[in-house]
């Protein structure tokens, strides 16, 4: 008896483990899309996720039988499921690289197209009780690579600095390396979360804290306002982000190959309409500057 | 029908063999000193493999990977087997009852679930009663992983103190020992090699464990021993970066690696408990004969 129980555990846990792997990879074993007909599959930076699964809801909304079905994943993995031809369309918070971009053209036999869909702001994030209200970009940039340590050195109270970033498989992971550290390396303590949500859930019980994400994830925490050099900070909003002044906000793209199917094409340029750059405010992200 | 039964057998070990095959294949092409070296001995030792100049150091991963299976071990061993001692030594029949299926159901909690608990209450406990620096820390992936571990150590002690011949404890009462006593000089003693062997199962479950650490650990691949920092497993490292690796290249390598290394470590550690059981067993029914 004890030894069949054994048994019936173990072959639970190996099924629930089972669930488990493949729900996160599970872009990997999706069959190639081709007929129509099919779900219009999108894959990518897990920043976008919130956005594109909210105009996919009203999309299918105003487009009866069509299917849209949006994971995550971080940009480079939804970049790569498009490469490997198991995604239809990728979803990214930074530009897709040159080489990436030729890989795509010859395993799908076509051009890529770039549709920026977004605006989005990188926020950094601390917790809503700590003093600080501005960083200049030279100070986050000591932060995140480990120089100042301390609160006290940016003009907050005395306690230790506690990071939390994204893992590298991740645009904003990259853009922020690139954009904030100049493309030097993080510290080894930034503690890598899955996900803007998670980053969020961190600081907003860890008044130390101090994260980086998408704007539109914000809820129980502080955006800082961001001074570059030699200029005044400034909060992100929509004004600001429209207008340039706010340094750190990037576009959001869509990727798909030239000859795609009218399903992918379809939703793209639904999405540049008014009513879906509606849709763009009212998740928190910014629509494209007419 | 016999004949179905055995290529079900084979089936599942030619998997495993294949399994091997594949990941030592993969793991081949780093085989050599200046990788060996980039892993163990590059200074400073970082592991920042998507940094412009990839620096692939084990070291802060391995040192993770022990602190939290040192706590997890420190946290599961003892509660595991003073259960074990309880249940089949002191508790009455009817409570023996309860006891051990509701630890062994404790295994059969998804380690998802584990390591969310972790993540959102266990980590906040931890730091308003100590006030930690970092909400995520080795105390709180190794209580939560040790928390995973304790059924092993529970069960397979468990088993092995029940499998203690009756004759023991009758010779220990006719001298005059307490309960307490033959618990612990005699019976105890006795199953030792089913207890050790529960440590080192324990110990290989640790080691391998994903899901939990990759939650509640922070992920940070620092070097320093103290207890109190993040940390990142090798486990949570294949975890959290072979979905977007270039294929082929010295960081896939390097992932390998740390898969083939946990696959030996294990394989090492499964094999030797089970051998201590095995063997255990068999003196015990010799004894009993």
């Known amino acids: 008896m004890k030894q069949i129980t054994r048994g019936v555990f173990t072959i639970v846990i190996v099924a629930l483990v089972a669930c488990g792997g493949g729900e996160r990879r599970e ?175 961190a600081i907003s019980k860890d008044k130390n804290g101090i994260g980086y994400g998408g704007i539109a994830y914000a809820k129980d925490v502080k955006p800082i306002a961001i001074a570059a050099a030699g200029a005044a900070p400034v909060a992100p909003s929509e004004a600001t982000v429209a207008d340039g002044t706010y340094p750190l906000s990037r576009k959001l793209f869509f990727y798909h190959a030239a000859n795609a199917p009218e399903r992918v094409t379809k939703f793209v340029q639904w999405s540049l309409t008014p009513e879906a750059q509606a849709l763009v405010s009212k998740v928190g992200y910014f629509p494209l500057p007419k | 029908m016999t004949g179905a039964f055995s290529v079900a057998g084979w089936v599942a070990i030619v998997f495993i063999f294949l399994i091997f095959l594949f990941t030592f294949r993969e793991t081949a092409p780093v085989l050599n000193l200046p990788a060996m070296k980039a892993f163990f001995l590059a200074r400073p030792p970082v592991w920042q493999p998507t940094s412009d100049i990839p620096k692939l150091s084990m070291i802060p991963i391995i040192l993770g990977t022990l602190k939290a299976t040192v706590v997890g071990l420190l946290f599961a061993c003892p509660v595991g087997v003073a259960a074990a001692l309880f249940s089949s030594e002191f508790a009455p029949p009817k409570l023996r009852e ?35 620096v970092y909400r995520l820390n ?92 993040p940390l990142r497993t090798l486990s949570a490292t294949i975890a959290a970066e072979m979905g977007e690796v270039v294929v082929g290249g010295e960081h896939y390598g390097a992932l390998f690696f740390m898969g083939t290394l946990l696959f030996v470590i294990t394989f090492i550690s499964n094999s030797f408990g089970q051998w201590v059981i095995r063997n255990m067993q068999s003196r015990m029914q010799g004894g009993a004969a």
């Open chain 1, 27 to 201: 872009g990997a074993v999706t069959p190639a899309p081709a007929a129509p007909g099919k779900p219009l599959t999108i894959k990518g930076s897990d920043t976008m996720v919130i956005l594109v699964q909210r105009l996919a809801e009203e999309y299918m909304k105003g487009h009866a039988g069509d299917l849209v079905q949006v994971t995550g994943g971080g940009s480079g993995t939804g970049i790569a499921a498009f490469i490997n031809g198991t995604t239809d369309l990728a979803m990214a918070s930074r530009p897709m690289k040159d080489d990436e971009k030729q890989k795509a053209a010859a395993a799908r036999g076509a051009e890529v197209v770039e549709r920026p869909v977004a605006l989005d702001s990188l926020a950094v994030f601390v917790h809503e009780a700590n003093p600080v209200a501005q960083l200049t970009l030279a100070q986050i940039r000591d932060i995140f690579q480990g120089k100042a340590t301390n609160w006290k050195q940016v003009g907050g109270g005395d306690a230790p600095i506690v990071l939390y970033g994204r893992e590298s498989s991740s645009g904003t992971y990259d853009y922020f390396r690139e954009h904030v550290l100049n493309k030097e390396d993080f510290s080894p303590r930034v503690q890598t979360l899955q996900g803007t949500a998670a980053i969020i859930n």
């Open chain 2, 98 to 132: 309860v006891i051990k299926p509701v630890i062994e159901l404790l295994a059969g909690i998804p380690s998802v679930v584990m390591g969310f608990f972790a993540l959102i209450i266990l980590a906040t406990w931890l730091q308003d009663a100590f006030g930690f």
């Open chain 2, 138 to 229: 080795a105390i709180n992936a190794g209580l939560a992983l040790g928390f995973a571990l304790v059924p092993i150590v529970y069960t397979i002690s468990e088993d092995g103190l029940a499998a203690v011949p009756r004759s023991y404890r009758e010779a220990s009462y006719a001298l005059g020992a307490s309960r307490l006593q033959t618990a612990m000089k005699v019976v105890l003693p006795a199953a030792a090699p089913a207890v050790f062997a529960s440590f080192v199962l324990a110990f290989g479950r640790a080691i391998g464990e994903t899901m939990i650490l990759l939650m509640a650990g922070g992920n940070a691949a620092i070097t320093s021993l103290t207890l109190l920092d």
